[in-house]
């Protein structure tokens, strides 16, 4: 990148940057590296205005990475439920008291690296934002940015292009810069390229075809998979139990049931809602059962919403108590 345009990208991220609570405004010193580390796990596949509110409450209720580690861990998971991808926050307690173990977060990509849970894009965003290493994460929307202003095809040497696009000094806000032109300029769908600081430089835009790059990945069929859940319901509480720690919504609470499976199950339902997981497609069937099972607790159902349930089970009861309600209707 030009020297030209490396310093229009970092005016236009001055006039337009996005105020969120895990940012440092351009020109102030740097956030701290667990806001940071924080927001970006929790940003994995999860969009900034979910992710915003639960941010500032998590925070809120362990401020720094010590308070985070020493957390129980039914506690965290309770706190992440709803916003998905469980294993996310299972790692996110590892590496709490891993890095409080060692007295704080190195400072370098390659020593993030090494924690639980951190992979390229995590350790590159901390080290550049934070720490304000010569790092550039490449997450979707750099991705996008950096192989539609190359007219990549092939998104393997987006990585080696972004680094050599970053301009001498500020790394943190190059990196903030980019993200933001990927996320509110530079769209997958219809960019809005006559706003954009890079078009002079853009060779997607200057062959009028940027939607073309990256070229598009195939779309995946996802499998589908079934399930049962009981709905054991007793003088206004309902029987839940926490599923075991390994495995997908490994330590959450949920609706007890059997495991799920490929064959299409028969039941007399009250419910069923379906799920879309990354890998496969859920249908969950809803059966109402009399006596406990397992090892669980009897959860109030007016207070259904402070047992962390993810959102299949979340939805799954909401489904459950409007089935009951027809019922006795
Ligand atoms: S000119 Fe258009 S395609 Fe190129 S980087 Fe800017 S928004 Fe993206």
Redesign the pocket.
């Known amino acids: 990148m030009s020297a030209n345009a490396a310093s229009r990208l970092l005016q236009h991220y001055v006039d337009n940057f996005r105020r969120l609570p895990w940012r440092s405004p351009p020109g102030s010193p740097p956030p701290e590296p667990y806001r940071v580390w924080l927001s970006e796990v929790m940003l994995q596949q999860t969009t900034v205005a979910a992710v915003t509110p639960r941010f500032e409450r998590f925070l809120e209720r362990w401020p720094t990475i010590e308070a985070l580690a020493a957390a129980p861990e039914a506690d965290v998971m309770q706190e992440w439920a709803g916003l998905g991808y469980y294993a996310r926050a299972r790692n996110l307690i590892a590496c709490a008291r891993a890095v409080a173990a060692m007295g704080g977060f190195p400072a370098s990509e390659a020593e993030l690296r090494k924690l639980p849970g951190i992979g390229a894009y995590t350790s590159a965003a901390v080290a550049a934002i934070a720490f304000g290493e010569a790092e550039v994460p490449v997450d979707t929307n750099v991705e996008r ?1 950096v192989a ?2 190359h007219a990549l095809t092939d998104k393997s040497a987006v990585p080696a292009f972004a680094k050599a696009m970053m301009p001498e000094g500020r790394p943190g806000d190059f990196a903030q810069a980019m993200m933001d ?1 990927g996320a509110s ?2 769209r997958p769908r219809a ?3 006559t706003q ?1 600081p ?2 002079a430089d ?1 060779r ?2 200057a062959l009028g075809t ?1 939607e073309a790059f990256p070229t598009p990945k195939p779309k995946t069929i996802r499998p589908q998979r079934y399930g049962i859940a009981w709905w054991i319901e007793r003088d206004g509480l309902v029987w839940l139990v926490r599923r075991p720690a390994k495995g997908m919504l490994g330590g959450m609470a949920a609706l007890p049931g059997p495991d799920w499976q490929d064959e299409p199950v028969t039941a007399n339902a009250i419910a069923w809602v379906t799920h879309v997981f990354t890998h496969f497609a859920l249908d969950l069937t809803i059966v109402p059962v009399a006596e406990p099972c397992g090892e669980g607790w009897w959860q109030p159902i007016d207070r259904l919403s402070e047992a962390g349930l993810p959102t299949l089970y979340r939805r799954a009861a909401e489904a459950a108590l409007a089935g009951m309600t027809a019922l006795a209707a």
């Open positions: 940015v539609r202003l032109l300029i530079c960019p809005l390229c954009c890079l078009a853009c997607a835009f940027p």
